[in-house]
């Protein structure tokens, strides 16, 4: 607002032909300028010239109150400052009536306010003329002209100043026009830089989709992919795998990064199949790599700054290639491990035609068979307890049982034993073994190979049973039958491994197919005695074992069992009586013994009263 000097007043109104040229240079200014406060001083300044005024201001509508936008010729700052209700002197009473309105004489005039007669005094002035700034109708403004002059202002200046009045009106619509477009260019280059943006980021992302996509089409692995990663976020890159173990990382990552992902990742959980990246406080960005329901692994970005939207990105359609790349090798994998076990369980159950055929289908999957070789046969129990108890199914089973077959290979490979060949169906687990002639060697290595899978899983139980050893045949069905029948007489080692070479006469006794009439024979033979024991808590079956390994020796027998002679030769007479065998036959003696071996091999309790057959 504009402030004149009483030396630029007018003392008496222009001519009309002057009136209209200060009319028409006032509307010519009100076009071409874009200055609204510039425009508005020079209607207050017209109004001056025209009128013989001594001030003018324009005062706009706010609400219910009407505020001095500009001001031209006043001495004080109230002026400037001036406001007024509706009927409030004469600018409000313009105001609410939409009108001109003019007062010849402050002081004579009752209904002025003391305020609005105080800034009169002030300035000096004695009449007062408004005109109403209308707008579809709508008074949104006011322009007031004050004199020092009584009745210095009468209808012709209504004219005049109604005229200016109504080209304030069109200054301020244009403004506000004016104002609004500029506003909604601003808001359009806003817009359109964020466009830009996003265009950009989009674009780059697209790229990196590109050169990520093309790397797995390639055959580049996690390596390639994750320094892909780094150079694209200028950051560490590491990939975990479901059990946060590393799969890969990037040439400057640490064990920082790692042991950071490790204690955010899993809470991270994609949605809808959606993969999201999940930013921490450290400026780590981890985003799940799955397929489908199965969670495969983590994607970890930690970057030096706060990461963008374009960084989050590259994470997250890194992540769905490295889901690729992960889902693509075990695709090969499995169907590698398919055609292998095919090919294994065809060689054991004798469906290949030669042994020239095998060795030809080994190369084809990079083995070569040994001449020599055993067959191992592993029993795993409790696997579906510990599913069940993980709240998981049949494919966590089978997933479980994968990764124990992975893990043979691995502790196979820490023996220093050649490459092995192993191989699952359904819930067995079998595996050659090459070479190891020797039981002892055998022995060892089926023990040791036990013992780490009893670490690895500690929650199961596992057992296995060794073949003897065997030259490279088309039919290796012998092999995996002596692995069966070893495995079947495990319940009676501690070390829960056992070798066709240790079973003795008993490998004739385990055969499939013959359990359940050797478990009959036992009863024939030793049934009164196990009843006689169980139901009086004797131990005629102990004494009579003992009998018969110390070669029918009394004394011996009784230094053994730590009791009398007398003691030992009453319960073998009672044992005589219960069985009707003569002991000092060498055929009787001969079939209790086979019976005593054969209920330790069938795993016949001495408490049993009916017949079992081993497990």
């Known amino acids: 607002m504009a402030v004149t000097s009483m030396a630029g007043r007018a003392g008496r109104r222009t001519s009309t032909h002057d009136q209209l040229q200060t009319l028409q240079r006032v509307a010519t200014e009100i076009v071409r300028s874009l200055d609204f406060d510039a425009t508005l001083l020079s209607i207050s300044n017209a109004a001056v010239d025209v009128l013989g005024a001594d001030i003018v201001g324009i005062m706009s509508a706010d609400g219910d109150r009407l505020k001095m936008m500009t001001c031209a010729g006043n001495r004080n700052i109230a002026a400037a400052r001036f406001e007024a209700g509706r009927g409030e002197g004469v600018a409000g009473i313009v105001f609410e009536t939409g009108a001109s309105f003019r007062l010849d ?35 949104i403004g006011v322009v007031l002209a004050w004199s020092s002059r009584p009745a210095a202002f009468d209808e012709e200046d209504e004219e005049v100043l109604a005229g200016l009045a109504n080209l304030a009106a069109i200054a301020i619509q244009n403004a506000r026009l004016y104002e609004s477009a500029r506003e909604a260019a601003d808001r359009l280059e806003l817009a359109n830089t964020a466009l830009r943006q996003q265009y950009d980021v989009l674009a780059k992302a697209a790229a990196m989709q590109a050169e990520l996509t093309q790397l797995i089409l390639d055959g580049g692995g996690l390596p390639a992919l994750v320094d892909m990663v780094a150079r694209h976020t200028a950051g560490d890159v590491a990939v975990l795998d479901a059990e946060l173990g590393p799969l890969a990382v990037s040439a400057e ?67 769905v290639a490295c889901a690729l790349a992960l889902t693509k090798q075990r695709a090969v994998l499995d169907a590698r491990t398919q055609v292998r076990s095919d090919f294994l369980w065809d060689l054991l159950e004798g469906k290949i035609a030669d042994t020239a055929e095998a060795a030809l289908r080994a190369r084809h999957l990079g083995h070569t068979l040994p001449r020599k070789l055993r067959v191992m046969l592993i029993d795993i129990e409790g696997l579906e307890s510990w599913a069940h108890a993980a709240g998981g199914d049949a494919d966590l089973v089978d997933r479980r049982r994968s990764a124990l077959l992975a893990e043979i290979e691995r502790l196979a490979a820490e023996t220093g034993t050649a490459r092995v060949l192993s191989a699952r169906r359904a819930s067995a687990l079998v595996v050659i073994v090459p070479w190891l002639e020797d039981a002892r060697d055998a022995r060892r290595f089926a023990a040791r190979l036990v013992m780490g899978l009893a670490a690895e899983a500690p929650e199961l139980r596992i057992s296995a049973g060794v073949s003897t050893c065997h030259d490279l045949t088309a039919d290796l069905s012998p092999a995996l039958s002596q692995a069966r029948t070893a495995l079947a007489s495990v319940a009676d080692t501690p070390s829960r491994v056992a070798l066709f070479d240790d079973l003795g006469v008993s490998r004739f006794l385990l055969a499939p197919g013959r359990r359940a009439d050797l478990a009959d024979f036992v009863r024939g033979a030793l049934g009164s005695i196990l009843d006689y024991d169980r139901e009086h808590s004797t131990h005629l079956l102990e004494t009579l074992d003992a009998y018969l390994a110390e070669d029918l020796n009394l004394g011996r027998t009784a230094k053994r069992l730590y009791c009398h002679p007398k003691t030992v030769r009453y319960r073998l007479d009672r044992a005589r009586d219960l069985t009707g065998r003569d002991l000092t036959s060498q055929r009787d003696c001969f079939d209790i013994q086979l019976a005593l071996r054969m209920m330790a091999a069938l795993d016949i309790a001495p408490t049993a009263s009916a017949k079992r057959s081993a497990p």
């Open 253 to 319: 990552c640490d064990d920082s990064l790692i042991a950071q992902a490790r204690k955010q990742a899993p809470a991270v959980r994609s949605k809808s199949g959606h993969v999201s990246a999940s930013v921490h406080a450290d400026r780590l960005i981890i985003c799940e790599v799955s397929s489908g329901d199965a969670r495969m692994a983590y994607l970890c970005v930690q970057v030096e700054r706060p990461p963008t939207e374009l960084t989050r990105l590259i994470a997250q359609q890194a992540a």
């Open 105 to 139: 004489d402050f002081r004579t005039a009752g209904s002025i306010s003391p305020d609005i007669r105080d800034i009169a005094e002030k300035e000096g002035v004695r009449a007062a003329l408004g005109a109403p700034m209308l707008a579809s109708g709508q008074v």
